[in-house]
């Protein structure tokens, strides 16, 4: 059983950058595809960011890309997510997630592939 803790969350201008880390303990890390979601209130939860589990391979949602940084420390079993250029529409609770992964390289994008989820770390973008 994986457990994964999120922190990193806040309030944040406009402009403003945040780092999020996912904490995992239970398991061993580097087998384990990553990724980050993200649900707004009233929204559906959203793939935001993934890792594949030797950190070689990423993939985003489209409105986060050049914005958004997602990266693994496989030694300290951490997942960041750097968020650069925050905007409102950002606001949301963020999730992380993981998977064993077969494959060093793949990325998973969709809810129903993940095993493991944290608490969440509530993340809001004032005008």
């Known amino acids: 059983q994986v457990r994964l803790v999120e922190s990193g969350g806040g309030l944040v201008q406009t402009g403003d950058s945040l780092k999020l880390s996912c904490a995992a303990s239970g398991g061993t890390f580097d087998n384990y595809a990553m990724a980050w979601f993200r649900q707004a209130r009233g929204e559906e939860r959203e793939f935001v960011a993934g890792i594949s589990k030797n950190g070689v391979s990423t993939d985003y949602l489209d409105s986060v890309k050049g914005r958004y940084f997602v990266s693994r420390d496989n030694a300290k079993s951490l997942v960041f997510l750097q968020m650069n250029n925050l905007k409102p529409e950002d606001t949301s609770v963020y999730y992380c997630?993981?998977?064993?992964?077969?494959?060093?390289?793949?990325?998973?994008?969709?809810?129903?592939?993940?095993?493991?989820w944290g608490q969440g770390t509530q993340v809001t973008v004032s005008p």
């Open positions: 997630a993981a998977v064993p992964a077969a494959s060093t390289s793949v990325v998973r994008k969709f809810q129903w592939q993940f095993d493991f």
